[in-house]
């Protein structure tokens, strides 16, 4: 079974720019979660979609957003960026959601210059 | 502050010598997950173990909860190199009258086993 892909894996953009991050889940997995890692924040959870809809949301300002499509697909955007948004972003997916196994994908390195 | 919080920050040892990692956390929570980390890449998944277990095995890790202390062990017996690595903690908390939630990762324990 294919595990959790990322795409792009590393990505270079400049203040005020907008990315958007893209995660396939395992196939079968309806919950599809996002983190942040910076060295000075560690993990943190950004939010978490399940079958299209957004179930539960971190504290992150409203730049930060997502979706989820009909084939458990996810992306994420993040609008004018801001040199505190470089991070490695990684996704997890699962079956039903935090009750389970989470899988990780290798995460997208974002550099925001 | 993190949910789970790991001692220590960082733990040096020889091949061949166990690690114990610990984690504490201040909320109720359905269940503490164990991951790793090589060099900034992806989480691995190691353990999960739910607040009714007390401890769980797999291979050469072990991992206890203490739900009174709100606190949980691993344990990597027989260390190899291979096992360098960040470890971390991950409490699942489940909002109220839903069966959904986030996992709270802690700031992990970084592992170096020498050859």
């Known amino acids: 079974k294919a595990g959790v892909t990322q795409t792009p894996r590393y990505l270079i953009k400049t203040r005020g720019q907008q990315v958007t991050l893209s995660c396939s889940p395992i196939s079968g997995h309806r919950s599809v979660s996002w983190y942040q890692q910076t060295p000075g924040q560690g993990l943190q959870f950004l939010f978490e979609y399940f079958s299209e809809t957004q179930r539960n949301k971190g504290n992150f300002p409203g730049r930060f957003s997502g979706r989820q499509f009909s084939n458990s697909r996810s992306e994420m955007n993040v609008s004018t960026l801001e040199l505190g948004d470089s991070a490695l972003y990684l996704c997890?997916?699962?079956?039903?959601?935090?009750?389970?196994?989470?899988?990780f994908g290798p995460g997208t390195r974002l550099l925001v210059l | 502050s993190q949910q789970g919080e790991e001692d220590p920050q960082a733990l040096s040892i020889q091949e061949g010598e166990n690690a114990t990692m610990n984690c504490s956390y201040k909320t109720s929570i359905n269940n503490l997950q164990w991951y790793r980390q090589n060099s900034g890449r992806g989480l691995v998944h190691l353990i999960l173990?739910?607040?009714?277990?007390r401890e769980k095995h797999s291979g050469r890790l072990r991992v206890t909860l203490d739900t009174s202390k709100k606190s949980s062990s691993l344990l990597i017996t027989a260390s190899r190199a291979a096992d360098t690595a960040s470890y971390f903690c991950?409490?699942?908390?489940?909002?109220?009258?839903?069966?959904?939630?986030?996992?709270?990762f802690g700031q992990g324990t970084i592992l170096t086993v020498h050859p």
């Open positions: 997890a997916s699962s079956r039903n959601g935090i009750q389970e196994t989470q899988y």
């Open positions: 173990i739910r607040s009714n277990e």
């Open positions: 991950a409490t699942a908390s489940v909002a109220g009258g839903t069966s959904y939630g986030k996992l709270t």
